[in-house]
Nanobody, 126 residues
Framework: QVQLVESGGGLVQAGGSLRLSCAASGRTFGNFVMGWFRQAPGKEREFVAA????????YGADSVKGRFTISRDNAKNMVYLQMNSLTPEDTAAYYC???????????????????WGQGTQVTVSS
């Protein structure tokens, strides 16, 4: 298990940007694939993006591709989600997650992530 704490959420106007951060502790950070999920009220938790140790990335819905960028700093045990051109449809609780999968691979599956943060709320006003 790894402990995860998100930060950086808040209220932003449509078209604005936010950068979410996730601090990891407890296990060797580099062994984990890191991901971001989001959950809007009344909806299922949705995969947003993931990044493996070597920096390989994968993104979820087409709606976030080109607007969101996931990155990590293995030396600082941090993972980030840069979100640009935000729309009200991006309003959700955003969760950082960590998982153990074969080295060099990536996953979009919620079941592959065994550790979760408490979430940070992002609200985009129109």
């Amino acid at each position: 298990q790894v402990q995860l704490v998100e930060s950086g959420g808040g209220l932003v106007q449509a078209g604005g940007s936010l950068r979410l951060s996730c601090a990891a502790s407890g296990r060797t950070f580099g062994n984990f694939v890191m991901g971001w999920f989001r959950q809007a009220p009344g909806k299922e938790r949705e995969f947003v993006a993931a990044i493996n140790w070597s920096g390989g990335t994968i993104y979820g819905a087409d709606s976030v591709k080109g607007r969101f960028t996931i990155s990590r700093d293995n030396a600082k045990n941090m993972v980030y989600l840069q979100m640009n051109s935000l729309t009200p449809e991006d309003t959700a609780a955003y969760y950082c997650a960590a998982g153990r999968i074969p080295y060099g691979t990536l996953t979009t599956q919620r079941a592959d992530f065994g550790s979760w943060g408490q979430g940070t709320q992002v609200t985009v006003s129109s």
